[in-house]
């Protein structure tokens, strides 16, 4: 297919098309080295970027910086200059920034300086934005971005931080505040120092909250939440908490199960009117962001704006380097042992049959020392991931892989720890039969006193498993997602 269109292209028939559909093509590896054998240095291609078909010139530049010919770019370059179509420009700049934008970085930035100060036609503003936006990541690369420093540890700042909402208060416990509250996403407060809240294992995310002065829907258009974005206190905020001045990269966060397609028109919309309503001190600049503006909807569907700043050195899990589709958050193992605390003793001798990634085990050592640790898993990856984990939190851990319900050990435990494993593709029978098999293999090795943590969404398999095995007795039972019926069960041994 690519010799033959290879071949079209050399006659200069239907040429346009044929661009297009080797651009298709070379998405599969061997498409793709056999275009580039077949194009070579590009001198082919060339004379195209003076087509007087515009999509021509804008494909044959798409196809040279896919296919990276770097003898290219300083005829991609002069036909950069030349260019007077807006849509082409961008397809020529993003080419030259896939080969070898370098040796026109002065001229570029005075493009971009030129862009930037001039009052552009509405009907004309998609492609300039385009265009400023590639310039953007062209002088980025050279270094010309800044990387923040921040710097607002001792500043008065309102914070929310979000974690189960049932349960809000075991982090609201955790600190001191000027004024606290708990709402729907977690804990919000005022405080006059950051440092003991960056501590804090039980919350997921430290957002700051950015009032827009204005009630905002979705309705209202991308373009009065982008101007209410480039109105509100967040370029102060941002400016007072960090060393390096402007720009400041951010990305848009929107959810709120709105479909796709309308989810990136809204958001690059009203990140171009924030752009440009901030004079490009706040840029989008999704790949490369150290800032996010999370839009959340609340019952009535009016936007509230929180900030999350990457730039605040977060090292609670820095454990955590590995990693699989099941892993538990290590926020909420936090709060779940932080839930279980009442019923935990320091230098326990603990078993994890589940460990996964080791996140549990880890989430409890943190709480309460432990004495000697055991993590099992019947999957060979989980195990070589949480002693990579483990091992990096300074925990001495014996390593099992093998199937829970085969392990026998001398001496019994005093606790047993376990996110237990999703049914998946299980059959109800099978699944019973698992959390049987499970509790007959943990009333054989736990000591007498002891406890058993569970974290499930199988509140039935739990309750028939608690009414046959007569020596397990339930402490406490935590409702964690109502949603999705996971259950956190204390358990002790008689």
Same mark, same amino acid.
């Given at each position: ?248 990269? !951010? ?155 085969? !392990? ?30 499970? !509790? ?55």
């Amino acid at each position: 297919m690519i010799d033959m269109l290879f071949q079209q292209i050399v006659k200069n028939e239907d040429t346009r098309a044929a661009l297009s559909a080797v651009r298709a093509e070379i998405r599969d590896k061997a498409g793709y080295f056999r275009a580039k054998e077949l194009f070579g240095d590009g001198k082919i291609l060339e004379p195209l970027l003076g087509s007087e078909d515009a999509k021509t010139r804008k494909n044959t530049a798409a196809l040279l910086g896919d296919l990276g010919i770097e003898e290219a770019s300083k005829a991609i370059y002069r036909a950069y200059q030349n260019e007077d179509t807006l849509f082409v420009r961008p397809a020529l700049l993003q080419a030259l920034n896939k080969i070898d934008p370098y040796p026109y970085l002065s001229e570029l930035k005075e493009r971009y300086d030129l862009l930037c100060a001039s009052e552009i036609k509405e009907d004309e503003k998609k492609h300039i934005r385009e265009e400023i936006h590639i310039l953007e990541q062209i002088l980025r690369k050279e270094g010309k971005e800044v990387h923040h420093t921040f710097t607002g540890w001792e500043q008065r700042h309102t914070i929310l931080l979000t974690t189960n909402a049932r349960y809000a208060d075991v982090t609201a416990e955790q600190f001191t505040a000027y004024r606290m509250g708990t709402n729907s996403l977690g804990v919000q407060a005022v405080v006059d120092s950051l440092r003991e809240i960056v501590e804090i294992r039980t919350f997921r995310e430290l957002l700051f909250p950015i009032g827009l002065g204005v009630k905002l829907t979705m309705s209202d258009g991308p373009e009065a939440f982008g101007e209410a974005v480039a109105g509100s206190k967040l370029l102060a905020l941002l400016i007072r908490c960090h060393k390096e001045p402007a720009p400041f990269y !951010f990305r848009i966060d929107l959810k709120g199960g709105i479909p796709l397609d309308i989810r990136s028109r809204y958001i690059r919309r009203a990140a171009a009117v924030i752009e440009e309503k901030s004079g490009r001190k706040l840029l989008n600049a999704p790949g490369e962001y150290e800032f996010e503006l999370k839009m959340v909807f609340d019952k009535n569907r009016n936007i509230h704006l929180f900030l999350r700043m990457t730039t605040i050195p977060m090292e609670r899990f820095s454990y955590r380097n590995e990693i699989i589709a099941a892993s538990i958050h290590p926020s909420l193992a936090a709060l779940l042992v932080a839930l279980a605390k009442p019923y935990l003793k320091k230098n326990a001798q603990v078993l994890d049959p589940c460990c996964g990634v080791g996140t549990m085990l880890a989430e409890r050592h943190k709480l309460l020392k432990l004495r000697e640790i055991y993590a099992i898993d019947i999957f060979g990856e989980a195990v070589a991931k949480a002693r990579v984990n483990l091992d990096t939190a300074g925990m001495r851990v014996n390593f099992i892989h093998k199937d829970y319900l085969d !392990f026998k050990h001398e001496y019994l435990f005093d606790e047993i720890i376990a996110n237990m494993p999703m049914r998946g593709k299980r059959t109800k029978e099978e699944q019973d039969a698992f959390y049987r098999g499970f !509790f007959d293999k943990s009333e054989e090795l736990m000591a007498k006193g002891g406890v058993m943590l569970l974290y499930s969404n199988e509140n039935g398999f739990v309750k028939k498993q608690l009414r046959l095995h007569a020596r397990f007795g339930l402490l406490k039972e935590f409702l964690i997602s109502e949603k999705e019926q996971f259950y956190f069960y204390v358990i002790q041994a008689h």
